[in-house]
């Protein structure tokens, strides 16, 4: 089974401190992708990337920034943390080509509250 | 740009009804669609996808969903639900037409509420 695994289930950090949200995955997947989830807001994308050390932004890009140094890793860091940015966190992967074809696989996600 | 629009927020059926989810999508042709689930605390997990071909699609779980061009819908359905299908339900799409990384889009989730 592929899996993505994100490294905190829930993390609680304080306003204007520097956050690393970390997810890996282990079925060599191209592709990975940030999403948050807000109630009513449904899911929303603020990166992605397709290669290592690629990134492209997505809807919500503002206050993040993103690293991937290694393929089967995709960092999310919140550069100062603000409590608009409490939120659920999901990251997932899927394989190059037509990535629709697959459909992603996501980790559990990690719940991030700003104090 | 495409769009997802899943017009009930909350649904709640008795165990053993039918059950539809709605899903309108915006697009100038036909998308990738998809339907994920996401159980409390927990990722998404996929249901069923659809890329081209039959318009019925069937899925994990006894699910199924049906495309419909002239509709712009890809509506979710099951037969008889089960208390363990209470979770939330979104609808996704995807461009066909974007290549590699395709990002998908998602709606804001139907959260499905069953009754004994």
């Known amino acids: 089974d592929v899996k993505v695994t994100q490294s905190s289930r829930y993390l609680v950090k304080r306003t204007g401190e520097k956050v690393f949200l970390e997810c890996v995955q282990d079925m060599d997947h191209e592709n990975m992708f940030w999403y948050r989830q807000d109630p009513g807001l449904g899911l929303r994308l603020i990166y992605f990337s397709y290669d290592v050390k690629m990134k492209e932004k997505g809807d919500i890009p503002e206050g993040y920034s993103v690293s991937r140094e290694k393929k089967e890793r995709f960092s999310l860091i919140l550069e100062s943390a603000s409590t608009n940015q409490t939120s659920m966190y999901l990251c997932?992967?899927?394989?190059?080509?037509?990535?629709?074809?697959?459909?992603?696989?996501f980790g559990s996600g990690t719940r991030l509250t700003v104090v | 740009a495409q769009s997802v629009t899943q017009p009930d927020i909350h649904i709640t059926v008795s165990e053993g009804a039918s059950l539809e989810l709605r899903c309108n999508y915006s697009y100038g042709a036909t998308p990738y669609l998809f339907w994920y689930v996401q159980s409390p605390g927990q990722g998404l997990q996929l249901l069923l996808k659809?890329?081209?071909?039959?318009?019925l699609v069937q899925g994990i779980k006894g699910f199924e969903a049906e495309f419909k061009r002239s509709q712009s819908s890809f509506n979710l359905r099951k037969p008889s639900v089960h208390w363990s299908d209470a979770a939330e339900y979104f609808c996704a799409v995807g461009d066909p037409n974007t290549g590699t990384a395709s990002k998908l889009t998602f709606g804001t989730g139907t959260r499905l509420q069953v009754t004994l």
């Open positions: 997932a992967s899927s394989p190059n080509g037509r990535a629709g074809n697959y459909g992603y696989t």
């Open positions: 659809y890329f081209s071909g039959d318009t």
